[in-house]
């Protein structure tokens, strides 16, 4: 059986920042994990992609988006493209024009931790 698949918007390399704690969070439980961040290079050992459209598999499990509301924004339509199974907006990269805009376009976004559905706290990860 395959693994669950996650894509990380926001990836970072700070491991201070829950971009970086959901990344070792999701290897952790068994994801195979695709963090997209514009700078590219490596995170945690992982390659970054600096754009979701290169992420390089068909199925998305599970988008957990760590983006300010602005960005994430410009991201819907991509988003709404790779039609993931599950849509997290963590806590601060929500906004009520991006709730709207996701909604009208078919995402179903669940306003939530990523870290915590998982049965983990961002505590763990330290910095």
Do not use: Q, W
Not at 19 to 47: C, D, M, Q, W
Not at 53 to 63: L, N, S, T, W
Not at 68 to 80: F, R, W
Not at 96 to 104: F, G, S, V
Request: glycine share 8%; proline share 9%.
């Amino acid at each position: 059986m395959p693994k669950p698949t996650v894509v990380i918007l926001g990836a970072s390399a700070d491991r201070a920042k829950f971009g970086n704690k959901s990344l070792r969070a999701h290897l952790e439980e068994g994801y195979e994990v695709f963090p997209v961040n514009p700078k590219g290079g490596t995170i945690e050992g992982l390659t970054v992609y600096k754009r979701l459209a290169e992420v390089p598999i068909d199925r998305f499990d599970r988008i957990s988006s760590y983006l300010p509301p602005a960005v994430g924004i410009a991201l819907l339509d991509e988003i709404a493209a790779a039609a993931p199974s599950e849509f997290f907006l963590n806590p601060g990269s929500e906004s009520p024009e991006l709730l709207d805009k996701a909604r009208a376009i078919g995402l179903t976004p669940i306003l939530a931790c990523s870290i915590v559905d998982l049965g983990r706290r961002p505590e763990e990860f330290g910095a």
